[in-house]
């Protein structure tokens, strides 16, 4: 199963990256994971992405 990197690695303060919404942890361990785990680790990464992109547009407006 290919990656969700996007080739846009930079991390935030709660160590999420803001290209695939992956934790620092699951970019380590995606090597090793199954694709069962792969595929909770990419479905889990959108939602993180979603939140931010949110709690972005939140503020942008306030």
Do not use: F, Y
């Amino acid at each position: 199963m290919a990656s969700p990197c996007i080739d846009n690695c930079t991390l935030n303060e709660d160590d999420i990256c803001l290209g695939c919404g992956r934790l620092i942890d699951e970019i380590t361990a995606w090597h090793d994971a199954s694709d069962e785990q792969k595929n909770n680790i990419i479905d889990t990464g959108k939602k993180r992405l979603e939140v931010i992109q949110d709690n972005w547009h939140r503020v942008q407006e306030n």
